[in-house]
């Protein structure tokens, strides 16, 4: 309980003592009584500071009012060290961040290596196959758990979450390990990929209405291969779906693009930089494996998952997008480990991949993270801290967006704050980027995907583990 003096601490403990005699609060009391409602109406009072906020927080914006005037005063955007990025990137009304930070990650050095002025993914090629996979994923669970009752705990999960935008790090590494990537220009995004509601929603209705088939195909007695068969056919509906809201996916095509000029030739005639021009014919593996080049088998999933045991192997089940592919899988850190091979990465010039509970103590107009942002315990004189665990367990955080770390501010030897390249376009933060604070990376930010390079011996022997298999609906994810 917030107190602001002792003679109102006084009060209160009086009247707690008073209603305990009064068997108020007797442990036997499951209602909320008339003799309760009484009490708390009785400790309430409008007195003149209580009536100015009461008049201030019913007329204007929570948010508005906590915010922390002295952290804007105090905010600078100096980085010790910092990545150059080019143009941010938009996934929209889409819930597609775990697949633009993915790629993000990537985008740096391609452009560096082809020595490119800049350079886009198709975000919409991968989100394509992310759709298609996951929709045979979502059958093939159908038609294992056949047997299952409808109540049972892993379906009731299937059911909830047959093809969401959503995914993980380990979701886009198999991606792109299947189907390659294609240039941004290959494969445009559509009406329907920058806002995916209406779209999703009538493929969760046709998945649905197929787990129905298959169940009852099941229950008279109908083997597997059959089941497989009419599998097939439903592939091909959501197939169609998906080819008349994103278009078709490229098995070849050609690509043409312009190399920066060398400095001599610049020279040569500084108003007219001369650039080659490269033609070239790829299939999306190819152009992966020639254009882009990088081994994703290098990085690892770090994550500090407070309810659950350091320097721990874990696997969250059904997390898989790819049925043959991976699901979720981390080593278990401490914050301390994380942030430290984190920095060690920028300092490298390696971007870093991150998830962390977007929607806390930020503001998309300043492109502020910091959890001093909002002063809510001042304004309503309450106490609002939890620990990471207690935040986890009580599924008050969870990780609810992918971003991608560019930056660090170090100041005796300890970061103060990071550069975050979002993917929510270039007008809203500042410029498409944030600056999040040291003590937000502490409360907020779950896990980083980083190069093994970076990762102490210690850590990597981690993976050498036998996974600890949680539940998908473990309070950490």
């Not at 204007?60 to 105090?74: C, P």
């Not at 705990?153 to 790090?169: A, C, K, M």
């Not at 886009?172 to 445009?188: C, H, R, S, T």
Request: aromatic content about 10%.
């Amino acid at each position: 309980m917030f107190v602001e003096n002792p003679s109102k601490k006084f009060h209160l403990i009086t009247l707690v003592m008073l209603m305990f005699a009064a068997g108020a609060f007797a442990s036997n009391n499951k209602e909320l009584s008339g003799e309760v409602i009484k009490n708390i109406r009785s400790d309430f009072r409008m007195n003149t500071q209580t009536r100015a906020m009461y008049n201030a927080i019913s007329n204007t914006d929570i948010k508005s009012l906590a915010l922390n005037r002295d952290l804007l005063r105090d905010h600078n955007e100096f980085y010790s060290n910092k990545i150059k990025i080019k143009t941010v990137t938009n996934q929209r009304s889409s819930g597609r961040c775990w697949l633009f930070a993915t790629l993000n990650i990537l985008r740096p050095q391609i452009i560096e290596k082809n020595k490119l002025d800049d350079f886009q993914f198709s975000h919409i090629y991968l989100s394509f196959w992310d759709k298609m996979e996951k929709a045979n994923t979502f059958y093939e669970r159908i038609i294992r758990f056949r047997q299952r009752k409808l109540m049972d705990r892993e379906v009731v999960s299937i059911l909830r979450n047959p093809i969401s935008d959503g995914g993980y790090w380990e979701n886009g590494k198999d991606l792109i390990a299947k189907y390659g990537v294609v240039p941004n220009e290959v494969m445009p995004e559509t009406n329907s990929s920058n806002s995916t509601k209406v779209m999703n929603k009538i493929l969760e209705r046709k998945l649905r209405v197929d787990a129905t088939k298959l169940r009852k195909m099941a229950e008279r007695g109908m083997p597997v291969g059959k089941l497989r068969k009419a599998k097939e056919r439903m592939l091909g509906e959501v197939y169609r779906i998906l080819v008349m809201n994103l278009g078709q996916p490229p098995v070849k095509f050609d690509w043409r693009y312009q190399r920066k000029a060398k400095k001599d030739d610049a020279k040569k005639d500084e108003g007219h930089k001369d650039k080659s021009i490269v033609i070239k014919d790829y299939t999306p593996k190819q152009f992966y494996d020639e254009f882009v080049g990088l081994d994703l088998d290098e990085y690892v999933d770090l994550a500090n998952a407070a309810p659950h045991k350091l320097s721990k192997l874990y696997q969250v089940s059904l997390t898989r997008n790819i049925i043959a592919g991976h699901d979720l899988g981390f080593a278990n850190v401490s914050m301390e480990a994380m942030k430290s091979i984190a920095i060690k990465s920028i300092k490298d010039g390696s971007v870093v991949w991150f998830s962390a509970d977007v929607g806390v103590n930020q503001n998309s107009t300043k492109g502020i993270m910091a959890d001093s942002l909002y002063d809510y315990e001042t304004l309503f004189g309450i106490n609002l801290k939890m620990s990471r665990a207690e935040l986890a367990l009580y599924r008050q955080s969870a990780p609810t967006h992918a971003m991608s770390l560019t930056g660090v501010d170090i100041q005796d030897d300890k970061p103060v704050k990071w550069l975050v390249e979002n993917s929510w376009g270039k007008d809203r933060g500042n410029k498409g980027f944030w600056t999040m604070y040291d003590d937000w990376f502490d409360t907020n930010v779950f896990s980083v995907i980083v190069k093994k390079k970076y990762v102490p011996k210690n850590v990597l022997e981690i993976f050498e583990q036998d996974p600890i298999i949680l539940p998908v609906w473990d309070p950490i994810w």
